[in-house]
């Protein structure tokens, strides 16, 4: 049976942007909004759209990517033909290939692609934070009778040049491409959402098939271009959130808890699935203060949260305040603790009178890019001891004593990374 068009959704990037958080799982398995992971975006996207039959190619540290996808039941993605099936590099013979680029990873797996034999195939990021139905795009692909449709999105003219940008005439068709250009003539960028005949993208993988790390911006589609294929633009006017750097994602977080979300993860028509264990309700203390704050199942809130996102199973003690704060599921938080602009992971650990955010701001010693917007990092199953003080633009990871924070501050800038622990 023929399927119409199928999804391969690259899932395998490291995010080394998003510091300590993926030091332990690769960016698509990241949580997000207190429920979800990023990569149930995509894949709600996916059957939302009426495409039932989704790659996802893992590289990086899938154990939990893996894991939270299982046979794919909360998206209705476990089908016995098409459903949810992942792909990381394997053994072919004599030489074992990492997937190289964009572009490599799906020509790797020609064959997955050609079991469904498809009129169209659809490639996505895993690391994006929108809702879009690909039908709608379909549809522009097929009116436009094109080879290749790259979905688009206006950008502010002065931040175009840090974007991969296209060039289209009034009809969509796209005569031009710029890779990051100082003087941009065009203010479209591309979202890295690609739909392809099945021929062209067959055709043109195998004729780039020795391009050192193949990418489909950078090699793919310009070759396909100069071959004289129909390449097409289709704007998306919806919300899109990169979340690839601890600003974005903290950003994108922040604005769930708006008054007036811009981005609405409970819209009946459009929901957003993801694999959840059934959870004890949440436990909120008489005393307890919250405000404009998303509060996972099973938290037990002793304290004052404000506009914060708090995971499930998140505890916080009595006398503690949580402010502008991303804290994930299973982490317990002690009492008379100040938490400010920090994002702690998964199923860490803090002990009594700790204050996160504390200081002026200083440039981070570890990675002065990575590292900013005057942010907390603390990497998943972190332990923190009682009574430190943390600066801005820090990063701690692993299991920590009072002997790791000199007068028991970590002072702005500065990390601790202890190697070898979660």
Not at 335 to 355: H, R
Not at 388 to 403: L, S
């Amino acid at each position: 049976m023929k399927k119409e068009m199928i999804a391969m959704l690259l899932a395998g990037g490291q995010g080394s942007r998003l510091g300590v958080l993926t030091a332990d799982m690769a960016k698509p398995a990241v949580q997000f909004g207190g429920k979800y992971r990023i990569i149930d975006f995509p894949l709600s996207n996916c059957i939302n759209s009426g495409i039932d039959t989704v790659g996802v190619l893992t590289q990086y540290q899938p154990l939990r990517l893996n894991t939270h996808i299982g046979i794919g039941i909360p998206w209705d993605l476990d089908r016995n033909y098409g459903g949810v099936s992942v792909l990381p590099p394997y053994e072919k013979g004599e030489n074992s290939e990492w997937y190289t680029g964009t572009a490599n990873a799906i020509y790797q797996n020609l064959r997955f692609i050609e079991e469904y034999d498809p009129e169209y195939v659809l490639i996505l990021s895993g690391d994006h934070i929108y809702k879009m139905d690909y039908e709608v795009m379909l549809d522009f692909h097929k009116s436009h009778n094109a080879d290749i449709t790259i979905a688009t999105m206006p950008v502010p003219w002065e931040e175009a040049s840090r974007f991969g940008l296209v060039v289209a005439d009034e009809d969509g068709r796209i005569t031009e491409f710029e890779e990051k250009p100082a003087n941009p003539k065009s203010n479209l960028a591309s979202m890295g959402i690609y739909i392809f005949n099945w021929k062209t993208l067959k055709q043109s993988l195998l004729d780039k098939s020795e391009q050192p790390n193949c990418d489909f911006g950078k090699h793919v589609i310009p070759y396909c271009h100069e071959q004289g294929k129909g390449v097409y633009s289709w704007q998306f006017t919806g919300y899109w959130k990169d979340v690839g750097t601890l600003g974005s994602y903290w950003e994108a977080n922040m604005e769930l808890v708006d008054l007036v979300p811009e981005f609405n993860l409970y819209e009946e028509y459009w929901k957003i699935y993801t694999q959840y264990d059934n959870i004890e309700p949440q436990y909120i203390a008489d005393s307890t203060k919250i405000e404009r704050s998303i509060i996972g199942e099973g938290a037990e809130i002793y304290g004052e949260v404000i506009n914060s996102v708090l995971g499930a199973g998140v505890s916080i003690g009595k006398g503690t305040v949580v402010r502008d704060s991303i804290i994930m599921q299973n982490t317990k938080i002690g009492e008379n603790c100040t938490i400010d602009k920090s994002i702690v992971a998964e199923k860490c650990s803090i002990g009594d009178n700790v204050m996160f955010g504390v200081g002026e701001s200083k440039e981070s010693k570890l990675n002065a890019s990575v590292y900013a917007f005057d942010l907390v990092t603390v990497a998943e199953g972190s332990v923190i001891p009682s009574g430190v003080r943390v600066g801005k633009n820090t990063a701690i990871k692993g299991v920590t004593c009072e002997a790791d924070y000199p007068d028991h501050m970590l002072d702005g800038g500065e990390f601790i990374l202890k190697e070898g622990q979660a």
